[in-house]
């Protein structure tokens, strides 16, 4: 993996020896053009749990104007249980 968790904690600057390090593997494993493919994964992951604290969602069949009138879009009649 990329080991990029945690990349806005303080870190110290890579040393002159790791870069080169870095690079001369990078240079190993790079084709006859000298590019190199790399492949990583994006995980993003959040948490939530309720609270007392948290307003409670209004009642069912509440509110004062619908959602198409907000969204202005036509409304139409639900389809027709077959």
Known sequence: GMAASNILIG?????????????AAFA?????????????????????APDASQPKPARRGSATSSLAAALR?????????D
Not at 11 to 23: E, I, K, N, P, V
Not at 29 to 40: H, S, V
Not at 76 to 81: L, N
């Open 11 to 23: 870190r110290s600057a890579m040393t002159r020896g790791t870069l080169a390090r870095t690079a």
């Open 73 to 81: 879009v036509p409304s139409s009649p639900p389809p027709k249980a």
């Open 28 to 48: 190993a494993a790079a084709g006859p053009d000298g590019r190199t493919t790399e492949r990583f994964s994006i995980v993003f992951l959040t948490g939530w």
